[in-house]
């Protein structure tokens, strides 16, 4: 078992930066590719970023591209989703997601955090 806790969300104006962080425990943290993925009222769980266990590949939603960063510290046990440019349309109830492989879809995400919230006032 992996448990994950997120930390970081709350209310930003549109333009604001936040940063993310989740903190693993449990099993080894760099045996587990790790994401974020966040979800909307009324919305599917959609795919915002992952970083493979080294953290040499990363991958992004097209919607967060050139916008958000992934990143990890293996030694802290711990992920982050650093956020620039924030939009309205960003608000969302963001979760850390731990898999085998960084292509992760929500079906194969092996854990999940609880989840952390990010309102951006337009």
């Known amino acids: 078992q992996v448990q994950l806790v997120e930390s970081g969300g709350g209310l930003v104006q549109a333009g604001g930066s936040l940063r993310l962080s989740c903190v693993a425990s449990?099993?080894?943290?760099?045996?587990?590719?790790m994401g974020w993925f966040r979800q909307a009222p009324g919305k599917e769980r959609e795919f915002v970023a992952a970083?493979?266990?080294?953290?040499?590949?990363?991958y992004y939603g097209r919607t967060v591209k050139d916008r958000f960063t992934i990143s990890r510290d293996n030694a802290k046990n711990t992920v982050y989703l650093q956020m620039n440019s924030l939009k309205f349309e960003d608000t969302a109830v963001y979760y850390c997601?731990?898999?085998?492989?960084?292509?992760?879809?929500?079906?194969?995400?092996?854990?999940w955090g609880q989840g952390t919230q990010v309102t951006v006032s337009s």
């Open positions: 997601a731990a898999d085998k492989i960084p292509t992760m879809t929500r079906i194969s995400v092996l854990y």
């Open positions: 449990g099993r080894t943290f760099s045996n587990y590719a």
């Open positions: 970083i493979s266990w080294s953290g040499d590949r990363t």
